[in-house]
């Protein structure tokens, strides 16, 4: 395709996380919406070095369907790290108007199937706003903490640059807990996450408080860290009140301590300290899956995950984490 090709043009920011993102377009023309759904489709499809290139600002050109048309990416960053881009689609003369239109289309479509994976969003924060004091935590839009009754009160979790910062206090005789509504049977967690020290760790821990036979509502945890994904059943495990009371009093039987075994799932993971990553994990009938960076980690399936009534996601964090753009989504019948 050479400077003399008819070119469908147009501009648009996009600020775009590399699982899923935000998209928001400039122009209000119907094309720059195809335009749109082109690129977030070509984007998963795309090898690592060009991804690395676009990322470091470099300019892209992506071929799609034998040269049907051609897709140029410039990139930037804006604040927090977000790459945006830049784009314009290209249609060689020799291409008459159907295809190409048939092109954006099938792209288009494509894009939309990708999208409707994760289900229907039920709840997001992406923090951009101030607290009142510093004193106490003061989360807002539905957040709850352990502050109160595990540290004495003291704050334990702090919104500053547009993320939310956690932090266990020297009072604290428990993990940071950092709780919200997540109601649904099938569905999905998308956010992004920071760990600063090599000892840090971020869990996503799913709870139902109504159902009675597990300690706490406990039914599964994703607990990421530096270097290892460690995904458990809580529900017909350690937090299955049966088994609990034997392991507090020492009595737990060899069988409950051999089935205790088949509950957790670990993984290795190379993550670096103080960068920020994009999170998915994934509930689909009795597996969890778990994604970083668009790239799938870990995968269990128990029991436990396919409780019907998910009803409360906690965020465990045992020392520091920092956390943002938090998507809650529900595939389904809520539970």
Known sequence: ????????????????????????????????????????????????????????DKPVVVRYNRDLMVIRLTSGRSGRDRPF????????????SFQFAAAVFVLCCSSLVWADERGTLIFEDDFERSESQEQKDEIGKGWGTNSRSRAKGNKQVDLRDGAMYIYIHETADHAVSVTHPAEFKNG????????????????????????KPVHAGHLFVAKISPKNLMITDLKTGNMDLKIR???????????HKELLKTKTKRFPLKLETGKWYDLLVNVEGDRLTVSIDGKKVGSFASEGMA?????????????????????????????
């Open 1 to 56: 395709m050479g400077g003399q090709g008819f070119q469908l043009e147009t501009e648009f920011v996009v600020q775009i996380s590399p699982v899923w993102g935000n998209y928001i377009p400039r122009s209000p023309v119907f094309l720059c919406y195809s335009c749109l759904y082109c690129l977030t489709s070509v984007y998963p499809l795309l090898n690592s070095r060009v991804r690395d290139d676009w990322m470091r």
């Open 85 to 96: 881009f830049h784009a314009y689609i290209e249609r060689d003369p020799s291409v008459k």
């Open 188 to 211: 999905a967690v998308a956010l992004r996450f920071m760990l600063e020290d090599p000892k840090d760790s971020l869990g996503l821990n799913f709870a139902d408080l109504k159902y």
């Open 245 to 255: 009371d034997q392991r507090k009093a020492g009595t737990l039987s060899e069988e």
């Open 307 to 335: 409780h019907p009534t998910k009803r409360l996601l906690r965020l465990a964090v045992p020392r520091k984490a920092v956390v943002d753009d938090v998507k809650i989504y529900s595939r389904g019948e809520k539970s």
